[in-house]
């Protein structure tokens, strides 16, 4: 890069690749700091998958950063049961979209930004930070960064652990994503991945902190059994295809998403490193692409005299991004406080509301487009459509 960089991006997951080429497209200079990848012998298995809505797909797609079919599985019907008959069921059909979401599978998503960001000549990718007019902070929720400039990060704990992991399933998922509450506030979630018509599924199982140690050291099969048990049957048995990860779950936000270093300069949080959501609706990447869609919105729109970290611009960003992200907190939130409760009267008030949010094709509409990202709310990244060029 012969002219210094405008911008720092301190962390190259996907919401830091994700920027570092949207502010390529507007050929704003950046560096990008990534730490060298572990080697293949000590790198755990990455079992992660995520769920993105389609505001998030045309974001990627415009990047030329979309993953192949066999790696972003539409969901043509998504299932969610309460801990009796309660019941809710969103299809596309109905929204008259061709997916709900799509199920992506994470390393194959991080290869297509990495080999984007290599094709970006506005883009260095770098080993340590550099300085410049705007840093980007996307380190994740454990970032260093945020806690070296003093910033609060607020965080509930939830006295649950997620359990995740690769299946393949005795009958085809049928592009349906599935998901359980328990009586006892578990949440399983099964998302088709595969392809349409496959038998692999991902696993998200939220569990009480008591009882994930169980459920790990269950040696494999048994650890199947009890997911066919929790799933009520709805795939056959399961085969474990690969290892089972766990992580404590929390809700986070950041009380200040902007400043000033004291030696010069801006900075800004985005992703992780500002705020993280329970993971049961499946919207926390989505949360954070929006962020990077957003920065780089008021980036391109700012008038031709402010520098890309100039405070008013940083604000912007941090007013719009603050609303979607309170909005999604307070939802997944709601949803995990509601049946973390085992008393048998709420437990009777909030099967009967699912089914009566099912009765309401208006509500669902509205929640469903939202979720998608079609319609303003939760995360709705905005992309111009525009090739790196």
Same mark, same amino acid.
């Given at each position: ?46 079992? *992660? ?12 797609? @415009? ?36 997916? !709900? ?11 297509? !930004?990495?080999?984007?960001? *290599? ?29 070296? !400039? ?57 569990? @009480? ?5 169980? !459920? ?88 031709? +005299? ?5 405070? *008013? ?38 099967? +009967? ?30 992309? @111009? ?5």
């Amino acid at each position: 890069m012969a002219l210094p960089p405008e911008v720092c991006i301190r962390g190259a997951g996907i919401v830091g690749r994700t920027l570092a080429l949207l502010l390529a497209r507007e050929r704003v200079r950046v560096a990008l700091v990534a730490e060298a990848p572990p080697t293949p012998s000590t790198a755990p298995q990455d079992v *992660r998958a995520y769920a993105l809505n389609a505001a998030s797909r045309a974001l990627l797609s @415009s990047l030329r950063a979309w993953p192949d079919a066999a790696q972003a599985t539409p969901v043509r019907e998504m299932q969610v049961f309460g801990d009796a008959d309660g019941r809710v069921r969103f299809d596309a059909a109905s929204q008259k979209v061709d997916a !709900l979401a799509w199920i992506v599978d994470v390393p194959a998503l991080e290869e297509q !930004l990495a080999a984007a960001v *290599r094709f970006a000549p506005q883009v260095e990718v770098v080993d340590a930070p550099v300085k410049a007019a705007l840093t980007v902070v996307c380190e994740g929720k454990a970032s260093t960064t945020r806690e070296t !400039l003093g910033v609060q990060y607020d965080v509930t704990r939830y006295p649950q652990k997620a359990i995740a992991a690769r299946l393949e399933a005795e009958r085809p998922h049928g592009g349906v994503a599935r998901q359980w509450f328990t009586a006892q506030g578990d949440v399983v979630a099964l998302l088709p991945m595969g392809g349409a018509e496959g038998r692999q599924v991902a696993l998200v199982w939220s569990v @009480s902190q008591l009882r994930a140690p169980e !459920l790990l050291d269950l040696d494999n099969d048994s650890f199947c059994a009890r997911l066919q048990e929790s799933s009520h049957d709805a795939l056959g048995a399961f085969t474990l295809t690969s290892e089972r990860a766990a992580w404590p779950l929390q809700r986070a936000t950041a009380d200040r998403w902007s400043g000033r270093f004291d030696e010069g300069g801006a900075w800004v949080l985005a992703g992780d490193a500002a705020h993280t959501v329970h993971p049961l609706a499946g919207q926390g990447l989505n949360l954070g692409l929006a962020d990077a869609d957003e920065l780089a919105r008021v980036i391109r729109e700012r008038d031709y +005299w402010r520098s890309v970290g100039d405070a *008013r611009l940083l604000r912007r960003y941090e007013r719009a991004r603050r609303t979607d992200v309170l909005a999604m907190g307070m939802a997944t939130d709601g949803l995990q406080q509601l049946f973390a409760q085992g008393i048998e009267p709420l437990a009777r008030l909030r099967n +009967w509301g699912m089914l009566g949010f099912d009765r309401s094709p208006f509500l669902k509409d509205w929640v469903a487009r939202r979720a998608m990202g079609l319609a303003p709310g939760f995360s709705s990244p905005s992309p @111009s459509g525009r090739g790196l060029g």
